[in-house]
């Protein structure tokens, strides 16, 4: 909890270094709500979210109270029946959890300080290839929990404007992934032989590229920490 207290992020208002990620996870994966959940004493606050508009719940019903306390992803694909959670008032009430899985976002002296969750309200399969990318895109928002540099983002691209020696490592990750996304999908085939883009908007075209990889590519990191 201290070190959650130290990167004064409790209470804080929205930031699109967060809520890019968000907004492509929930995208991706095609849910309900994304959040990125910072789990403090009492509550689980939302540093980003996506599909939801409350700012916080209790921690004691909370699925990231759980899922801050496991070594890998919690996942949850039908909360009805899962005796942890099928009384759950999230569940029984608004928003009507069916679907959760949760990975902990650890800070660089690997205290945990919260969860990247999606959810959606219908029960829902997640295979290894789904939990390799949203450990992914878990990298991108540990990387920003421990960024100390300005906020300052290119409203277009989303990336940091900062000059490229001076860029997060967050920032290079989703550079070096979009580069990625650029040769798989930017100039993708249109059908008869000619290559587009159609006017995709720079969210649109990462989440197609994330998309097209999922399951075809090797892990973008291979150990969470390095």
């Known amino acids: 909890l201290l070190a959650l207290k130290r990167t004064a992020l409790l209470d804080s208002p929205p930031e699109e270094r967060f809520d890019r990620i968000t907004r492509l996870a929930a995208s991706v994966f095609n849910v309900d709500i994304c959040l990125v959940s910072l789990v403090d004493s009492d509550r689980q606050w939302f540093k980003s979210k996506v599909g939801i508009d409350d700012c916080q719940t209790s921690r004691s019903i909370s699925f990231c109270g759980h899922a801050i306390l496991q070594d890998d992803v919690l996942v949850v694909q039908n909360a009805t029946q899962d005796a942890r959670f099928s009384d759950n008032p999230l569940v029984l009430q608004k928003p009507n959890i069916r679907f959760y899985a ?61 000059p490229l020696d001076r860029l997060s490592q967050s920032d290079m990750l989703y550079y070096y992934i979009s580069e990625i996304i650029t040769v798989n999908a930017v100039f993708c085939d249109a059908g008869d032989g000619d290559h587009q883009n159609d ?18 590519s090797p892990a973008l990191v291979k150990h969470r920490h390095q």
């Open 102 to 162: 949760g990975i902990p976002l650890e800070h660089e002296n690997g205290c945990r300080l919260g969860t990247l969750c999606i959810i959606d309200s219908k029960p829902r399969s997640f295979n290894t290839d789904d939990i390799t990318l949203l450990k992914e895109l878990a990298v991108l928002v540990e990387l920003e929990l421990v960024n100390k540099l300005p906020n300052t983002t290119d409203p277009v691209t989303g990336l940091s404007n900062q």
């Open 199 to 216: 006017g995709y908007d720079s969210d649109t075209l990462f989440t197609m590229g994330m998309t097209r990889l999922r399951g075809a």
